[in-house]
């Protein structure tokens, strides 16, 4: 998202009314974890329960320098984030010394009326280990597995734990060349098939899709909407 998801979070759950929203993903990295629980919460709030808090290390160190963010120790500085966050989240009183944060007797006011639902979006087993016991759903990315049913059996099955399965799917909607790059290890799904496709991810473990649609504009939600 070229804008900061947030404040565009916060303007979307204003005007709608029954949608579920979310960042895919927040990165830890681009603020202060309390700072990212407090904006959950108060975005939670306006939506009256409609919001899920996705979130991961981040990856783009082109962004990071540019807006001079530290790109090393990504995922130790992300364990420490994801500690504060989601117990800041939880209604807790939180004191936290870290190598990279530090919070003292930090506490959410008001307290949230619920747990903020979390997601994790990650295939790497450090970022799975310290949040699949907290989270309630992994999302995968769609060339992590390939963009295909086969591929997202495979990723889920490393994954252990009850959690919400959600899979991000690469749909071509114009049947030609798309405004993203073509991976020939992860072909974008035809929007004629894509029925069929999703009947096929449900089957392979997938609880939700996200559909990462090519070109992305108002005609192709359109046209996917009317295949489905």
Same mark, same amino acid.
């Given at each position: 998202?070229p ?7 916060? *303007?979307?759950?204003a005007?709608?009314?029954r ?9 830890? *990295?681009?603020?202060?974890?309390g700072? !990212?629980?407090?904006?959950? *919460?108060?975005?939670?709030?306006v939506?009256?329960g ?16 540019a ?11 992300? /364990?420490?984030?994801f ?24 506490l ?9 639902? $979390?997601? !994790?979006g990650?295939?790497?087993?450090? !970022?799975?280990?310290?949040? $699949? ?5 992994w999302?995968?990315w769609?060339?992590?597995y390939?963009n ?33 790059p073509f991976? /020939?290890? *992860? ?7 894509l029925g069929?496709?999703l009947?096929?991810l ?10 990462? $649609?090519?070109?992305?504009? /108002?005609?192709s939600?359109?046209?996917?909407a009317?295949?489905?």
């Open positions: 998202m804008w900061h998801a947030g404040t565009v979070l916060a *303007a979307l759950v005007s709608t009314e949608i579920k929203l979310g960042p895919l993903v927040a990165s830890t *990295a681009f603020h202060a974890p700072l !990212i629980a407090r904006m959950a *919460a108060t975005i939670d709030e939506s009256r409609r919001f899920v808090l996705g979130l991961g290390a981040g990856w783009n160190e082109t962004e990071f320098r807006f001079g963010i530290p790109f090393d120790r990504l995922v130790s500085r992300f /364990e420490e984030a500690e504060i966050i989601r117990r800041l989240l939880a209604g807790e009183r939180v004191s936290f010394e870290g190598r990279y944060h530090r919070v003292v007797d930090a959410l006011l008001p307290r949230p009326k619920r747990r903020v639902p $979390l997601m !994790i990650t295939k790497g087993p450090r !970022i799975l280990a310290a949040t $699949l016991p907290h989270v309630d759903a999302n995968a769609y060339d992590w390939g295909t049913a086969e591929g997202f059996s495979a990723l889920s099955a490393s994954v252990d734990g009850e959690v919400r399965r959600s899979a991000c799917v690469l749909v071509n909607v114009d049947g030609g060349v798309g405004e993203r991976d /020939e290890a *992860a072909p974008p799904v035809d929007a004629r098939r069929a496709h009947r096929e449900a089957d392979a473990g997938a609880d939700e899709a996200i559909l990462v $649609l090519d070109p992305v504009d /108002e005609r939600v359109a046209a996917v009317e295949q489905l």
